[in-house]
């Protein structure tokens, strides 16, 4: 039997798809994701590029970047995270509305890169949560592309129904994060 969320049999039910409304809700969300460019150093210039016609986001649905945190649902976080951003970071991710999603892309959002140093954030799951992480200093533009199909295929597994119930959609992951903590370790 195939594997699949939606079970049709044109000559039993005529025009009529029964699914399940997770399987409905997570295809609408990962094909209409809606990114947040977090542009904070080199990378951002990577992250523009996929944006353009060479590599050309829109082909998976996500051309419609939006620099207010009310109209995007997926930061993306390009570039080294300094302290002094990082509570504008925190803020303008509380700021989106759920369900949402963090992309950090390249070794310095990811873990700090190159700077061990006392003005970078090791890491930018250190004050939100992040659901795919893109290796690279930089990452080429494909790259970023590839974790964008991951995220989009993590929204396709998401309890999207139970969740709409449920208080907060995201682990507690987050509310465990202090940025008043986060830079002992430098
Ligand atoms: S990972 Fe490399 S390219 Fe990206 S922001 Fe850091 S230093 Fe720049």
């Known amino acids: 039997m195939q594997n699949t ?6 000559k039993v039910e005529g025009e009529i798809i029964v699914t399940q409304a997770d399987a409905v809700i997570n295809w609408i969300r990962k094909h209409s994701v809606w990114p947040m460019p977090m542009g904070l150093a080199c990378c951002a210039i990577e992250l523009m590029a996929a944006g353009a016609s ?23 976080v390009s570039g080294t995270v300094t302290y002094k951003m990082a509570e504008v970071i925190r803020r303008i991710y509380e700021q989106m509305a759920e369900p949402k999603w963090v992309v950090a892309m390249g070794a310095c959002a990811s873990t700090g890169g190159m700077y061990r140093s006392y003005a970078t954030l090791q890491g930018v799951d250190r004050i939100i949560p992040v659901d795919v992480y893109v290796s690279g200093c930089p990452p080429r533009p494909e790259a970023l592309l590839d974790a964008m199909i991951k995220l989009q295929d993590k929204i396709g597994r998401e309890r999207s129904v139970k969740n709409l119930t449920a208080q907060n959609t995201k682990p507690a992951k987050a509310d465990n994060l202090a940025l008043a903590g986060a830079g002992k370790d430098s």
Do not use: K, L
């Open 5 to 10: 969320n939606v079970a049709y049999d044109s």
């Open 54 to 76: 060479r590599f050309d986001i829109s082909r998976f649905g996500m051309e419609v970047m939006r620099f207010s945190p009310r109209q995007a649902d997926c930061m993306i």
